[in-house]
């Protein structure tokens, strides 16, 4: 089974802070996903990528940079962080091979506090 | 574009009754649907899904779901709750396409499971 970690899994930090989040995968998934969860809207795709170097984006970018640096490790920055980017965080992997496409392993989430 | 609505937001149940969890979805064209499951504290589960083919579809821990096309809904189903279901159940769609698409979350439905 697919291991997808993530860190840190709380983070506290100010209006206009930098952070970043890291998620890291160790099943040699071509897809990786970063969604936030809110209350009433479920899950909602930030960016995802499907290989080292990509970047695609998805329906709620705003505010979000991502980086895919190598197969396992997807990154999400938020470089001034506002209080509406108050939210559980969770990174998810996948594997697609043409029209087959496999289910997606979430971590555990990151809840990330703005003040 | 496709989309996803779970009308119940809460649902409460006693332990050995049974569930549905109720699921519409938007979509032109075939669907894949999914439910996942969210444990308190925890990433998301995947508990089945659709691929087109028999219209009931069984999942892990006596979990079952029937897709409608003609009612465009994907409901959820247990015969007899125990109190480790408690927790968030989360329906999700994409298209059933060689090409990579989105997986979209409906909002989640919290099932609490009482004595």
């Known amino acids: 089974e697919a291991a997808v970690t993530q860190s840190p899994r709380n983070k506290v930090t100010v209006t206009g802070g930098n952070v970043t989040l890291s998620c890291r995968q160790t099943n040699s998934h071509n897809y990786m996903y970063w969604y936030r969860q809110d209350t009433g809207h479920g899950l909602r795709l930030i960016h995802y990528s499907y290989g080292a170097g990509n970047l695609q984006i998805g329906d709620v970018p705003d505010g979000y940079k991502a980086t895919r640096t190598t197969q396992e490790d997807f990154f999400l920055l938020l470089e001034l962080a506002s209080p509406s980017q108050t939210s559980l965080y969770f990174c998810a992997s996948s594997d697609w091979t043409g029209g087959n496409y496999a289910e997606q392993f979430f971590g555990p989430g990151t809840r990330l506090t703005v003040l | 574009a496709q989309s996803v609505t779970q009308p119940d937001a809460r649902v409460t149940v006693s332990e050995g009754a049974s569930l549905q969890l109720r699921c519409k979805y938007s979509y032109f064209g075939t669907p894949y649907l999914f439910w996942y499951v969210q444990y308190p504290r925890q990433g998301l589960q995947l508990l089945l899904k659709y691929y087109p083919g028999d219209p009931v579809v069984q999942g892990v821990n006596g979990f079952e779901a029937e897709f409608s096309k003609s009612n465009s809904s994907f409901h959820l189903r247990k015969a007899s709750v125990h109190w480790s279901d408690w927790a968030v159940y989360f329906c999700?769609?994409?298209?059933?396409?060689?090409?990579?698409?989105?997986?979209?979350f409906g909002q989640g439905t919290s099932l609490s499971v009482v004595p």
């Open positions: 999700a769609v994409r298209g059933a396409s060689s090409s990579f698409s989105k997986l979209v």
